[in-house]
């Protein structure tokens, strides 16, 4: 009996479950369920505003060490940044290279659709940010991405995203995107500031 116990955070929701069928939402505090094999419960984070990021990964780790500056030489290998250029470079719409990196910020608003209706909502939720991005980017030339056209991008970054998530049904509602940092690529950085 003791093992049906569980307790939910108060930013979390309990989904309960019943030989595999949603049984019930629990809200935080102390609950009981069947124990498996019968019953299973998912605590899905809620209420809280998680964070993709796409062209860097953050490193948590306390004792990483950071650089002196983050320069656009700088080939980001170490650090609390971590480059990931499979995600980072695209081709602009004056047909240069552009190294980008972007945040998506996103609420789940639907625990089963996040939690039961596809295998990894994040990665998936990634994955169409990242063509995304990718897509807007091809519309704009290099310059305007450095300088005078960031509010554009992000703004209309937000509006596809939230046009995507109304399609895919993952139970997510899109808060805001922003572009942390674009530049040319590290290879042609020299020959761009010459």
């Given at each position: 009996?003791?093992?049906?116990?569980?307790?939910?955070?108060?930013?979390?929701?309990?989904?309960?479950?019943?030989?595999?069928?949603?049984?019930?939402?629990?809200?935080?505090?102390?609950?009981?369920?069947?124990?498996?094999?019968?019953?299973?419960?998912?605590?899905?984070?809620?209420?809280?505003?998680?964070?993709?990021?796409?062209?860097?990964?953050?490193?948590?780790?306390?004792?990483?060490?950071?650089?002196?500056?983050?320069?656009?030489?700088?080939?980001?290998?170490?650090?609390?940044?971590?480059?990931?250029?499979?995600?980072?470079?695209?081709?602009?719409?004056d047909e240069n290279l552009v190294d980008g990196n972007f945040l998506c910020y996103y609420?789940?608003?639907?625990?089963?659709h996040y939690a039961l209706n596809c295998e990894n909502a994040r990665e998936l939720l990634?994955?169409?940010?990242?063509?995304?991005?990718?897509?807007?980017?091809?519309?704009?030339?290099?310059?305007?991405?450095?300088?005078?056209?960031?509010?554009?991008?992000?703004?209309?970054?937000?509006?596809?995203?939230?046009?995507?998530?109304?399609?895919?049904?993952?139970?997510?509602?899109?808060?805001?995107?922003?572009?942390?940092?674009?530049?040319?690529?590290?290879?042609?950085?020299?020959?761009?500031?010459?």
């Amino acid at each position: 009996i003791g093992l049906g116990l569980y307790s939910v955070l108060p930013y979390q929701t309990g989904v309960e479950t019943l030989f595999g069928e949603v049984t019930e939402l629990n809200s935080p505090g102390l609950h009981f369920h069947l124990p498996q094999p019968f019953g299973n419960v998912l605590k899905v984070h809620t209420g809280v505003a998680s964070r993709l990021e796409v062209g860097f990964r953050t490193n948590w780790d306390p004792d990483a060490e950071e650089p002196d500056a983050y320069l656009w030489e700088f080939a980001h290998s170490d650090g609390r940044f971590i480059k990931n250029y499979d995600e980072s470079i695209s081709v602009t719409g004056d047909e240069n290279l552009v190294d980008g990196n972007f945040l998506c910020y996103y609420r789940i608003t639907d625990p089963v659709h996040y939690a039961l209706n596809c295998e990894n909502a994040r990665e998936l939720l990634r994955s169409q940010f990242c063509q995304e991005v990718h897509a807007v980017l091809g519309r704009y030339h290099l310059e305007a991405l450095l300088t005078s056209s960031r509010k554009a991008v992000q703004d209309e970054l937000t509006l596809n995203m939230k046009r995507a998530v109304e399609n895919l049904f993952l139970g997510v509602e899109i808060l805001t995107v922003y572009m942390q940092e674009a530049h040319p690529p590290i290879e042609v950085v020299p020959q761009y500031r010459a």
